[in-house]
């Protein structure tokens, strides 16, 4: 699926209304930039469910490690 935006003053852009509804972004969502080679990817950072917490907080062991797997959107070991 090709779209096009366009970078406009103040380097604003708009996420195309086809991205928009197939990535389900919505108004107040981060968008993580990365470059990969000489592309450009983004990704929408999904919010964390009661679940991720959860998970967080029984793992046990090593907490930096555990958060840094969750937010790379990791499954964290219960």
Request: net charge positive; proline share 4%.
């Amino acid at each position: 699926m090709l779209s096009k935006s366009k970078v406009s003053k103040g380097y604003l852009t708009v996420v195309p209304k086809l991205i928009r509804e197939a990535s389900e972004v919505r108004e107040g969502d981060i968008l993580e930039w990365s470059l990969e080679g000489a592309r450009i990817v983004v990704r929408p950072r999904r919010r964390r469910t009661l679940d991720d917490l959860e998970g967080l907080i029984e793992g046990g062991g090593d907490a930096v490690a555990s958060k840094r797997k969750a937010q790379r959107g990791e499954t964290v070991p219960r």
